[in-house]
């Protein structure tokens, strides 16, 4: 995946097409999340790094059923774990 200049070497945990013109992925590299959004043809629409204070671990990606927001969960690590979900709107 390509996220700006930088190339992610990653294996997605989560892929989602829910409506036939856009495809969400999300999976973690360098311990943030990224997340981002292709149109149909695989042009890219968006992208988005959650950095949270350790490693992070991004675990799946759902959409509401109106189709306006992106959702993905997963870990985050400092001392304890966390749970940490991020919404994004679909742009």
């Known amino acids: ?3 700006g200049s930088r190339s992610w070497q990653v294996r997605a945990s989560g892929v989602l097409a ?3 013109r856009h495809i969400y992925v ?3 590299s360098d311990h943030d999340y990224l ?3 292709y149109r149909r043809n695989g042009g890219q629409l968006w992208s988005d790094r959650y ?3 350790g490693p992070d671990s991004p675990g799946s990606i759902a959409i509401s059923p109106d189709g306006t927001v992106v959702v993905v969960t997963g870990e985050e690590r ?3 774990w966390f749970a940490g979900t991020i919404a994004y709107a679909t742009r």
């Open 18 to 20: 829910p409506n036939g």
């Open 78 to 80: 400092d001392v304890y």
């Open 26 to 28: 999300t999976d973690g």
């Open 51 to 53: 950095d949270g204070s």
């Open 35 to 37: 997340t981002l959004a």
């Open 1 to 3: 995946m390509q996220n």
